[in-house]
């Protein structure tokens, strides 16, 4: 089954995406766009995405993309797609969706127009009038911008980001596919150690511990089109042995992540457990404006940014400080800030920059692997 599918990405991983398919996923067909990334495979690769791609949120097949400059046309445009051949007479297909810059501006009365025209198609596929949906789920998505409508299967189920170990997390919890892509930015492979001063509830030490085990992100959970018969449980099968297969769950790893919150430190050793990955990641109890950070490795760190944690002023004298602490370390540095002010609090300019998003909050990745003299603090 030939497929065009579509990865929405947190704004700033869309490379990252294209690369983990690419290379990965051996595709030649993929192109990345503001928020996502297209790519075109078959049943075969929609289970490998969901399985192993680190840095996405969701696998959407993209069904077809027409005008929409009135319901008619949505209508119309919707009805014209091959419903039956993924949703069976049992299937059930909610609608949701978005629209941005259109004539079509009320998501309600959308959402009711292409639940009609879905029903119409599969009425006259399968010469049922009621349907009753109680089998598996086969979200439907429509998103309309500037009068243009693309139409969405959902194959993930749960965002992409839920791997499966982290059933709780602490105030402030760091994205998974945020944190991957961190470990991805600073190419690091295991081969030298990791520090994490600022554990949270351990995203960061967990998904670097996976990758460097080689271990698929999707392994612990299910996705909603394991349930489709248009799929094949075969397919799914083939997937995670393959996935089982790459992975190396007895290599260990010097990745050590701490915090100065006891509750956030159990939480990390249990994520840890739950992730299958507590033998080579461990964590304990430290200040982070108090380490050593002397020896050689990387450090990664998603401080506070006195937006749920902390105020302004607290987490700006916290960056101060640890940045006196880390001083002139050997370790390459890569910390996650919506503070304007970082480098400045910290002591230091990054020697690069990469605007990522933690949700929908807006932050910089500050990189520091240029080894030179850090001036002292300000504003401390």
Not at 51 to 77: Q, T
Not at 146 to 160: K, Q, R
Not at 322 to 347: H, N, T, W
Request: hydrophobic share 40%.
């Amino acid at each position: 089954m030939k497929l065009t599918m579509c990865c929405p990405t947190l704004f700033g991983l869309e490379g990252i995406v294209a690369d983990e398919l690419r290379f990965g996923g051996k595709l030649s067909a993929v192109r990345a766009e503001n928020g996502r990334v297209i790519f075109e495979g078959d049943e075969n690769t929609l289970a490998w995405a969901n399985l192993n791609l680190r840095c996405a949120e969701r696998v959407l097949i993209r069904l077809g993309a027409f005008p929409a400059r009135s319901f008619d046309e949505l209508f119309e445009g919707v009805r014209a797609l091959p419903w039956e051949q993924f949703i069976p007479e049992d299937g059930a297909f909610p609608v949701k969706g978005h629209s941005l810059d259109s004539a079509l501006h009320s998501i309600p009365d959308c959402q009711k127009i292409v639940k009609k025209a879905v029903v119409e198609r599969l009425h006259a596929a399968y010469g049922l009038s009621w349907f009753a949906e109680t089998g598996a789920r086969y979200q439907i998505q429509f998103a309309i911008m500037h009068d243009m409508a693309e139409i969405y299967l959902d194959t993930s189920g749960a965002g992409l980001h839920k791997r499966g170990y982290r059933a709780n997390a602490n105030a402030a919890p760091l994205r998974e596919t945020l944190a991957a892509a961190m470990v991805k930015l600073a190419r690091w492979r295991g081969r030298e150690p990791l520090l994490d001063p600022f554990c949270g509830s351990g995203t960061i030490a967990i998904e670097a511990a996976l990758l460097a085990q080689r271990r698929a992100p999707g392994l612990l959970r299910t996705f909603d089109a394991e349930k489709w018969p248009c799929i094949g449980a075969a397919v799914w099968q083939q997937a995670r042995e393959s996935a089982l297969d790459l992975a190396d769950g007895s290599a260990r790893f010097d990745i050590v992540g701490s915090d100065i919150d006891p509750q956030c430190v159990q939480l990390s050793i249990e994520n840890a457990r739950k992730a299958g990955v507590s033998g080579t990641v461990f964590f304990g109890c430290a200040d982070a404006a108090k380490r050593d950070y002397s020896g050689q490795g990387v450090l990664f760190a998603n401080p506070p940014y006195g937006e749920r944690l902390l105020d302004v002023q607290t987490a700006e004298k916290l960056y101060a400080a640890f940045g006196r602490a880390v001083g002139d370390s050997p370790k390459r540095q890569y910390i996650l800030s919506s503070d304007a002010m970082f480098e400045r609090c910290y002591g230091k300019k990054a020697d690069k920059r990469r605007k990522l998003y933690n949700g929908m909050l807006k932050c910089d990745l500050y990189m520091y692997f240029k080894h030179s003299p850090r001036p002292s603090a300000k504003g401390s």
